[in-house]
T-cell receptor, first 109, second 113 residues
């Protein structure tokens, strides 16, 4: 599976959109982009995933560039409860999830 | 709430002992994966079970073993515990072994002293 690069940490004001970038320049055509988050001392929580098209669900939006070499997870109205470690994972069908260090997102009031 | 439950939530064991951790998968899910998360690091894949068979293994020694039962619940067994085995052990279940999203339990915090 392709490797991903994420910023170590980011801050966001409460109520504002949080935009979390992820680079995956070596992604293959059959690999999906997954996002999970982990709130302190809890298990990781699935957020969203996509292959080529932008995706949106009740939690977030995923924007994937046309060349698929990077993506952005958008939390439209961040709250204090969104403070967590966010993991961007590239994964082919059938492969395991490989977690990196992720991005620590701090939402501040 | 993901519907994936793990037990126990916390456990303290002595070096050299053996431990069994348990996971009940979400209804309708036939695949269970186990991860180890050391403090300050991301989860590391241990192995996956699909329909009671091991279906992939990470870089963990044979003293880490597992089982999956007909109801798709699972156990993780660790023999000859070492201090470095102290970690949060996470179980994740999914509808299949492929690309569908995995849902994680809250984990078991194992401390080896």
């Amino acid at each position: 599976d392709a490797k991903t690069t994420q910023p170590t940490s980011m801050d966001c004001a409460e109520g504002r959109a949080a935009n979390l970038p992820c680079n995956h320049s070596t992604i293959s055509g059959n690999e999906y982009v997954y996002w999970y988050r982990q709130i302190h001392s809890q298990g990781p929580q699935y957020i969203i995933h996509g292959l080529k098209n932008n995706e949106t669900n009740e939690m977030a939006s995923l924007i994937i560039t046309e060349d698929r070499k990077s993506s952005t997870l958008i939390l439209p109205h961040a709250t204090l409860r969104d403070t967590a470690v966010y993991y961007c994972i590239v994964r082919a069908y059938g492969n395991k999830l490989v977690f990196g260090a992720g991005t620590i997102l701090r939402v501040k009031s | 709430e993901t519907g994936v439950t793990q037990s126990p939530t916390h456990l303290i064991k002595t070096r050299g002992q053996q431990v069994t951790l348990r996971c009940s998968s979400q209804s309708g899910h036939n695949t269970v994966s186990w991860y180890q998360q050391a403090l300050g690091q991301g989860p590391q894949f241990i192995f996956q079970y699909y329909r009671e068979e091991e279906n992939g293994r990470g870089n963990f020694p044979p003293r880490f073993s597992g089982l999956q039962f007909p109801n798709y619940s699972s156990e993780l067994n660790v023999n000859a515990l070492e201090l470095d085995d102290s970690a949060l052990y996470l179980c994740a279940s999914s509808r299949d072994q492929g690309g569908t999203e995995a849902f994680f339990g809250q984990g078991t915090r194992l401390t080896v002293v």
